[in-house]
Nanobody, 123 residues
Framework: QVQLVESGGGLVQAGGSLRLSCAASGRTFSSYAMGWFRQAPGKEREFVARINWGGGSTYYTDSVKGRFTISRDNAKNTVALQMNNLKPEDTAVYYC????????????????WGQGTQVTVSS
């Protein structure tokens, strides 16, 4: 079992940057594919980014390509999401996600979730 704890959310002006971090418990972190999802008020949870077990493959939803970067450090059991050039439409609760199989874009496929961290981008 994996427990995930996110940190790094906050309030930022449009065009600014934030770095989210997710710390995972357990000794088998490298056997989990990791991802980030987000949920805005009144909307369904949506896929943002994913990274494979070794960190060599990443994938992003179109709206964040070129602005967000996902990375992981298997020695420290952490995954990060660097968010640059933030826009008001990026405002949401951001969730860290883990799955032994590859992360898909469907929230229903995720095995483990963090508690979420709020990101608010003001215009």
């Amino acid at each position: 079992q994996v427990q995930l704890v996110e940190s790094g959310g906050g309030l930022v002006q449009a065009g600014g940057s934030l770095r989210l971090s997710c710390a995972a418990s357990g000794r088998t972190f490298s056997s989990y594919a990791m991802g980030w999802f987000r949920q805005a008020p009144g909307k369904e949870r949506e896929f943002v980014a994913r990274i494979n077990w070794g960190g060599g493959s990443t994938y992003y939803t179109d709206s964040v390509k070129g602005r967000f970067t996902i990375s992981r450090d298997n020695a420290k059991n952490t995954v990060a999401l660097q968010m640059n050039n933030l826009k008001p439409e990026d405002t949401a609760v951001y969730y860290c996600a883990a799955r032994r199989q590859a992360i898909t874009t469907k929230p229903s496929d995720i095995t483990y979730w963090g508690q979420g961290t709020q990101v608010t981008v003001s215009s």
